[in-house]
């Protein structure tokens, strides 16, 4: 039967989609110090989505059906525009064209092409390509995973002490939600060796999974943001769960992602939680 979990070949989708995203990555590469045609996202006045996002993901989605006609998608741009895909057991490719929007108008180049693939509800397959800076991320479950063909490894940090953190203002401007990230980046910035903000969750969870950051936390992400850097994280060895300390679940908007079980262990408990509406 058409999307069974048997029929999925992980080798030639990742090949598929590295031909696809190195070809996306070209148009963002282009377009990165121009001006940008903008338009803002429904009720949220610093939520960007251009031309670009919008022609990428077509991009991907048509090269993707084409191969895969019977496989779904969970995209965010046709998210934005009313298309909202559950999450089933079927093949479902969860994709963000241009992870980091605003670093993107402004030109700064943590910007990101996102692509998982979950099978069975089980994220099997991440690609994260950053093409500003022609670093390409990959993972396949069970096979590790990889920055330019290379092996990566998290950096195994076990304190917060020691630990480079990856942290996010949000695009929520409530001021519940302005609250809580204060009071999460005050205790962060007490207590860990230092703080970042990259402006591109894809970006942070690939720097996990490389050891150049050793904790990364946020809420109110999507599945999008995170479903290649959870495969990617996982396969370099590195812990990602929910940041109440529970398992992580990619529709539930919510990751924290760290390079050991010591230092999610240390932290989870010190954060305060915001809950968003699940995807």
Request: aromatic content about 8%.
């Amino acid at each position: 039967m058409s999307g069974s979990n048997e029929e999925v070949n992980l080798h030639e989708c990742l090949e598929l989609i590295t031909r696809l995203a190195r070809h996306a990555g070209k148009i963002i590469k282009s377009r990165i110090n121009k001006k940008k045609t903008i338009e803002i996202k429904a009720n949220n006045s610093i939520d960007f989505v251009t031309e670009t996002d919008q022609e990428v993901e077509k991009l991907l989605i048509g090269g993707i059906k084409q191969k895969y006609p019977h496989h779904k998608f969970i995209g965010e741009e046709s998210f934005a525009a009313g298309i909202k895909e559950e999450l089933t057991c079927a093949p479902t490719w969860v994709i963000d064209p241009v992870d980091g929007t605003t670093n993107f108008v402004h030109s700064y180049p943590n910007v990101c092409i996102s692509i998982g693939l979950v099978v069975g509800c089980d994220v099997k397959l991440g690609v994260i390509f950053n093409p500003i800076l022609d670093m390409f991320f990959r993972a396949i479950k069970g096979e590790g995973a990889f920055l330019n063909d290379e092996p990566i490894k998290v950096s195994g940090v076990k304190q917060l002490t020691d630990a480079l953190v990856a942290i996010e203002f949000g695009s929520v401007r409530t001021q519940e939600f302005r609250s809580i990230v204060n009071h999460n980046i005050n205790y962060l910035v007490t207590n860990a060796h230092g703080v970042r903000s990259a402006g591109s969750a894809a970006w942070n969870l690939a720097q996990v999974a490389r050891g150049a950051i050793d904790l990364y936390v946020e809420m109110g992400l999507h599945a999008w943001d995170m479903a290649a850097g959870d495969i990617i994280v996982r396969e370099a060895g590195g812990i990602v769960i929910d940041p109440a300390g529970g398992d992580f679940k990619l529709m539930n908007r919510r990751i924290l992602a760290a390079s050991s079980s010591e230092i999610a262990d240390e932290v989870y408990s010190k954060f305060q939680q915001y809950y968003p509406e699940h995807d």
